[in-house]
């Protein structure tokens, strides 16, 4: 079985510009999420999908950050205008939805660096 | 306010040293407590979840206990490849799927 896909593992983008992150879920998962690590901090959540539709943005940042998951397969997340603080990891997390409790298994992650 | 709250922030040890590390957590109520291991320029790895005090999971020489206050996640006889970071994350019960992660242990194991 895949795991969760990152595409692309690293961008590099000066401030200002756009940059758009792809993530596809493990094939049946429902849940999907977008985590961030940025640097010296531990890994934040900034949203959860629940097939096409936002279950919980409470991490999203600001306007500049906008996800989407058309069909509730894949997900992109896309930074627009991209500042420097928005340099980091960004992960993302799919699960199923059963029993008591969901494991989350993540992808390895997209690198942006702003300049 | 929820927090997580891991230590040592670092752990160097030789083959065949045990130890423990610790992930303590304030939160009001929690769900499930879950354990990651991340090595470099890779996402998080899932290793265990703990629902409720008293339990214990067991994966080759990693054990992982739950308290009310806090978990311990025992490395028994390491061998280099258990070099990695360890992440303790938490998920509450009035914020269903969302993770909140400690800032994690960097374990390095010599031969």
């Known amino acids: 079985e895949a795991g969760v896909t990152q595409f692309p593992s690293h961008s590099v983008i000066e401030k200002g510009q756009t940059v758009t992150l792809r993530c596809d879920p493990i094939?049946?998962?429902?849940?999907l999420y977008w985590y961030r690590r940025v640097m010296g901090k531990e890994i934040k959540f900034l949203l959860h999908f629940v097939k096409e539709s936002k279950q919980d943005e409470s991490g999203m940042p600001n306007n500049r950050f906008l996800a989407e998951r058309t069909g509730g397969t894949y997900s992109t997340l896309k930074v627009q205008p991209a500042e420097l603080e928005d340099s980091g990891f960004y992960f993302c997390?799919?699960?199923?939805?059963?029993?008591?409790?969901?494991?989350?298994?993540f992808g390895p992650g997209t690198r942006l660096l702003v300049l | 306010e929820d927090q997580v709250t891991q230590s040592p922030e670092a752990l160097r040890l030789q083959e065949g040293e045990s130890s423990s590390l610790n992930c303590s957590y304030t939160?009001?109520?929690?769900?499930?407590l879950f354990w990651y291991r991340q090595d470099p320029g890779k996402g998080p790895e899932f290793l265990f979840t703990l629902y409720s005090a008293g339990e214990e999971k067991e994966k080759e020489r990693l054990k992982a206990t739950l308290t009310k206050k806090e978990s311990f996640l025992h490395i028994t006889a390491p061998k280099p490849e258990d070099s990695a970071t360890y992440l303790c994350a938490v998920m509450t019960t009035d914020s269903w799927g969302k993770l909140q992660f400690g800032a994690g242990t960097q374990v390095v194991v010599t031969p």
């Open positions: 939160v009001s109520g929690l769900r499930g």
């Open positions: 094939s049946g998962h429902d849940n």
């Open positions: 997390a799919s699960s199923q939805t059963s029993g008591r409790q969901e494991t989350q298994y």
